[in-house]
């Protein structure tokens, strides 16, 4: 008996050994997880190489043909030291253009983000809402954001203001979308035992639909924010006389036929996307260590 | 884990759900602890007048008028203070939806369901009902201890007068002290659903319904969870509905089973089961055991119609 009695208790341990070890997210006791594979064992080290060889060298190869490219065509596309010695040359106008564009996008995304999702939570909450304004959104969504910015430069002037709008209106959509999709999608069973308990409205938003709506949201930012970059390099476009923003330098540089600023300012905004991807992702990974992950739509 | 456990047989189910029977914040057998939650004096009459669950009546039909088909038609039942009645039958006999009814989760057409005296949306109010869904449905990003206080933490008004458990030594009692900072994903399937069973036990409700909580778990951790519920429950007696589709299971833990046919939805017949408690794995083997386990799959056999029979055969082919 004692036997059997200790086999099942390894059973168990096992078990929950089995259970820790997938979910390698998971943390141990009550602390957050840090990012996995920080401390990866010596053995496995090799697989770290597999990770980032890859994409290295297909940057690599891209690099030399980009160069091979430039060589040959020399009024069509710069060389990548062209590109380089420009930014080495003026880092500070790249700088203080770049930070102009990382204010647009940071003010019109937050104002997008929020508004989308309070929107999404009052449709969540009251279906007749729903049904009332999303024609509304759907009509701004399809009407090209192009074609919005040149009108709201007219009416906002050359400022801030139309930037911000631009940004905040593509930012807008699929965080609506995408967080009213997460408040819905809430387990039936959990919601069961909540309603059972009488829990009121907000006590089911606080403790269930706002938090189990977090992959989806984070799903919906990884959409929405590269598209704020978007937003706000094409709002600058417009506004010829704003001359602020990575934005303006690639329309104005690209006029005088300016190839490695032009080039320079884009491989900016592409870092500029980069980082807020990045940032996204740490946020992400501090915030919704207890998701899988492939329950969210990418 | 208490010493005092006298069968090796006993012991073993203790290991997987240890108790301490003699717990200083233990509450009293049923009586009082229905008569603590209620929330007016009148409703603490009410609740010594006509305690436990009363189903008078019940009826509800699904689709539209042309198209309705009746899934419970005209049940009666009471189940009595601390009394543990398992309900069983072919699929489509409307035993989940009949649970959705006294949860408050579904409107009856027509009948009446009361709690302790109080209909279902005054019992809910109350706090009076708890829920064991079918799955654990756990929040995967709070701990243990944060999902069994949840009852706690909402509708608080229901709260006043009623005899909390100390969340920490239930979860200790259910042989999950290890574990109450945990999140979910760290446990076995198992050890899920023992949390969400000390989630419905931790508010001290009058009645506990419970739909299939083991359904999920392969056949040996079902059975451990089975008399780790059933010794927790021995000690600790609720009113219980419990929805199943297992045989033993419901021998092994029920004063009486409810056979329930489909088409319409309706009670077939009212099993009692006169084992004697406190129960243990031992009493598998026994004839009375047995004899039982005879009748009630001949009545679950009689109750299926031809058609259902395959539909049913993996409920009731459980073997032992």
Known sequence: MTEVRVRGAQLTATEATATVGTASAVPSGRRKPRHPGRHVPASRRWYKWRIWLPPAVTFVIVAVVWQLLALANPYVIPTIDAIVASLLRDPQMYWVNMLVTLQEVVIGATAGILVGFLIAVVMAEFEIMERAVMPLFVVIMVTPIVAIAPALVVAFGFGMMPKYIVTALVVFFPMLVNSLAGLRDVDQRTLDVMRTLHASRWEIFRDLRFPGSMPFVFAGLRVALPLAIVGAAVAEFVAAGQQAGLGSLVTIAAAQANLPVTWASIVLLCVLGVLIVSFLALVRNRVLWWSDGETVAR | ?320
Request: aromatic share 4%.
């Open chain 2, 1 to 320: 884990m208490p010493a005092q456990q006298q069968h090796d047989q006993q012991r073993l189910a203790h290991e997987a759900m240890p108790l301490d029977e003699g717990g200083p914040t233990r509450a009293p057998l049923a009586g009082a602890g229905a008569g603590s939650q209620a929330a007016t004096e009148a409703a603490v009459q009410a609740a010594a007048r006509t305690g436990g669950v009363r189903i008078s009546n019940v009826s509800k039909s699904f689709g539209t008028d042309e198209s309705r088909t009746l899934v419970l038609d005209g049940i009666d039942l009471s189940v009595g203070m601390g009394e543990f009645v398992s309900v069983i039958g072919p699929s489509g006999c409307g035993k989940s939806t009949l649970l959705k009814v006294i949860a408050g989760l579904t409107d009856a057409d027509g009948g009446e369901v009361t709690v302790d005296g109080n209909p279902v949306s005054a019992a809910t109010k109350n706090k009076m009902i708890g829920l064991v869904p079918q799955s654990p449905a756990l929040m995967p990003w709070r701990t243990v201890l944060d999902n069994v206080t949840l009852p706690m933490s909402v509708n608080r008004g229901a709260n006043g007068g009623r005899s909390m458990r100390d969340p920490v030594e239930l979860l200790e009692s259910f042989g999950l002290g290890h574990a109450i900072d945990k999140y979910p994903a760290q446990l076995s399937g198992g050890m899920q659903q023992r949390v969400a069973i000390a989630r419905a036990f931790v508010f001290d409700p009058s009645v506990l319904l419970m739909d299939e909580p083991f359904s999920a778990l392969d056949e040996m951790n079902r059975d451990q969870q089975r008399m780790g519920l059933l010794d927790f429950w021995q000690s600790n007696r609720k009113a219980v509905i419990f929805i199943t589709h297992s045989v033993p299971e419901a021998i092994m833990l029920s004063d009486r089973i409810v056979v329930m046919a489909a088409h319409p939805g309706r009670i077939a017949e009212i099993i009692d089961v006169d084992l004697p408690r406190p129960r243990s794995v031992d009493d598998y083997a026994t004839d009375e055991f047995r004899d039982l386990e005879g009748i009630v799959r001949a009545k679950l056999r009689a109750v299926m119609e031809p058609g259902a029979a395959d539909a049913a055969a993996g409920g009731t082919g459980e073997t032992r």
